[in-house]
């Protein structure tokens, strides 16, 4: 089992920054691949940013791409994800995800664990 906690949403005016963290505990070993998701009410599951933990493999959204930054820090089992450049639309709640999977992918249905999420609010 693996448990994530994410931290560091908030309100912030659009065209300002955040960083998001997510901690990771429990079998930390087997987690292959780390990402966020997010939601807006009424809206499916959308993919942001995920990273191979070992190799350093990124992906992004393309609503995010030049805007939002994912990284990790393996000694403290660690990802975060730096936004900047905030607009209104990227309003929704973000959740970390993580997957024993080996395969690299954007999908929420691959990730087997996901932590409660945080509110991110953009106000124009």
């Known amino acids: 089992q693996v448990q994530l906690v994410e931290s560091g949403g908030g309100l912030v005016q659009a065209g300002g920054s955040l960083r998001l963290s997510c901690a990771a505990s429990?079998?930390?070993?087997?987690?292959?691949?780390m990402g966020w998701f997010r939601q807006a009410p009424g809206k499916e599951r959308e993919f942001v940013a995920n990273i191979r933990l070992s190799g350093g493999i990124i992906y992004y959204g393309d609503s995010v791409k030049g805007r939002f930054t994912i990284s990790n820090d393996n000694a403290k089992n660690m990802i975060y994800l730096s936004m900047s450049s905030l607009k209104p639309e990227d309003t929704a709640v973000y959740y970390c995800?993580?997957?024993?999977?080996?395969?690299?992918?954007?999908?929420?249905?691959?990730?087997?664990?996901w932590g409660q999420g945080t509110q991110v609010t953009v106000s124009s």
């Open positions: 429990g079998r930390t070993f087997s987690i292959y691949t």
């Open positions: 995800a993580a997957t024993f999977s080996p395969e690299i992918t954007t999908t929420p249905l691959t990730y087997d664990y």
